[in-house]
C-alpha cells in the first residue's frame, strides 16, 4: 500500500470512527438536569474535545491496523479481476 492511499485511508476511518465515539464522550445536558436556554437537551455539559479527539485517534490506529494487515496478509485485493472494461 503507498503512503498516500494509506494515508488517505486513515483519515477516512478518523472521520468515520469520530461519529463512533462522539456520542460516549460525556454527560448530556438534559441527565445534568442543567439546560441551557437556547440549546438542545442532547447538547454536553462540558464537550473535552481534546479528549473525544485523543480516544478517536486511538480507536482509528487499532482499526486502520486491521484494515491494513488485512490488505497486506492479501486476504482482499484491489487488483481488476476478470476482463477488463470496454
Same mark, same amino acid.
Given at each position: 500500500?503507498?503512503?498516500?492511499?494509506?494515508?488517505?485511508?486513515?483519515?477516512?476511518?478518523?472521520?468515520?470512527?469520530?461519529?463512533?465515539?462522539?456520542? %460516549? !464522550?460525556? =454527560?448530556?445536558?438534559?441527565?445534568?438536569?442543567?439546560? &441551557?436556554?437556547?440549546?438542545?437537551?442532547?447538547? /454536553? $455539559? @462540558?464537550?473535552?474535545?481534546?479528549?473525544?479527539?485523543?480516544?478517536?485517534?486511538?480507536?482509528?490506529?487499532?482499526? %486502520? !491496523?486491521? =484494515?491494513?494487515?488485512?490488505?497486506?496478509?492479501?486476504? &482482499?485485493?484491489?487488483?481488476?479481476?476478470?476482463? /477488463? $472494461? @470496454?
Amino acid at each position: 500500500m503507498r503512503l498516500s492511499v494509506g494515508l488517505a485511508l486513515y483519515v477516512i476511518i478518523w472521520w468515520t470512527m469520530l461519529f463512533t465515539v462522539l456520542p %460516549f !464522550a460525556g =454527560v448530556r445536558q438534559g441527565e445534568s438536569g442543567t439546560v &441551557v436556554p437556547g440549546t438542545p437537551e442532547s447538547a /454536553p $455539559v @462540558r464537550p473535552r474535545l481534546l479528549r473525544i479527539f485523543l480516544i478517536n485517534t486511538v480507536v482509528a490506529t487499532v482499526v %486502520f !491496523a486491521v =484494515v491494513w494487515l488485512v490488505i497486506a496478509s492479501g486476504w &482482499v485485493r484491489f487488483e481488476a479481476s476478470g476482463s /477488463p $472494461v @470496454r
